[in-house]
């Protein structure tokens, strides 16, 4: 584990604050399942194994704790939260209804050339990565390509808040990959939301956008199933059922 996150850190920017960067190492790796939900983390050993003060640390486990990663328990320690079906489809529905608005207005106003050259450059790199497997590769160039629509029509601010609510809804999305949802899959998704921009068809852009958004609701009660040990006890069939009409 220690050498994942030191392989981490390396790879953040050494111009950041140490508190913003040992931040953005431990979300990773929580997500990515590196620190595994229910896992206690220890303050002393994290600053020992970054060669940092604990204060930095105390204050990105502030920061986890308020992003619903982390529970810090007073006298007891701090521990990675289990995965909340809940908080999971809470954040899908506010990053569905951002991604909507966002390809309806690329749809509408239409794209530059340049930008949507570099749309299909994602695309042909993420049918790169089926035949190695390489799903983390696919991870990050699936958050490219949804970065780069937002900022395509200059909504940065959107972005922005989708990173904000989906932490728990990323920890299932890289969970599911490859069983739940093969890379294929999504690839094609990715591909309809593309050609809908470049037909200039609304309405089409945003059912793409749609059916891409809810293919969680798939993958969600398969992989309760398959790893009960990472997520809370909850019942949230009725959810499930609602976000899908």
């Known amino acids: 584990m ?22 953005q190492v431990l979300r990773q790796s ?18 020992e194994t970054f060669a940092v003060s604990r204060q930095p640390v105390r204050e990105a486990f502030i920061r986890l704790s308020e992003a619903g990663l982390v529970e810090v328990r007073p006298q007891r320690g701090t521990y990675v939260v289990k995965i909340s079906q809940r908080a999971v489809l809470e954040a899908r529905f506010v990053r569905e209804a951002i991604e909507v608005a966002v390809v309806r207005s690329a749809a509408a106003k239409g794209l530059k050339a340049l930008e949507l050259a570099e749309l299909h450059e994602l695309l042909d790199r993420q049918r790169r990565c089926i035949d190695p497997h390489d799903f983390d590769r696919f991870y990050r160039l699936d958050e490219d ?13 959107a972005w922005k808040v989708t990173q ?12 599911s990959v490859p069983d739940s949802t093969p890379i ?16 200039r068809d609304v309405e089409g852009a945003e059912q793409a ?37």
Request: glycine letters at 2%; a neutral charge.
């Open 2 to 23: 220690n050498t994942t996150l030191k392989t981490l850190w390396r790879e953040t920017n050494d111009a950041e604050s140490v508190r913003q960067r040992l931040y």
């Open 30 to 47: 929580i997500i990515h399942m590196v620190l595994a939900p229910g896992q206690a983390l220890s303050e002393k050993e994290i600053a």
């Open 145 to 157: 390509f949804h970065r780069t629509l937002a900022l395509a029509i200059g909504q940065q601010a």
């Open 164 to 175: 904000e609510v989906k932490a728990q809804f990323d920890r299932v999305r890289y969970l």
């Open 184 to 199: 294929p899959r999504l690839i094609d998704q990715h591909a309809a939301i593309v050609a809908a921009i470049e037909a």
């Open 209 to 245: 956008m749609r059916l891409h958004q809810r293919e969680i609701l798939q993958s969600l009660p398969d992989l309760v199933r398959r790893f009960p040990e990472m997520f809370e006890a909850q019942q949230v069939d009725s959810l499930i059922m609602e976000a899908s009409q």
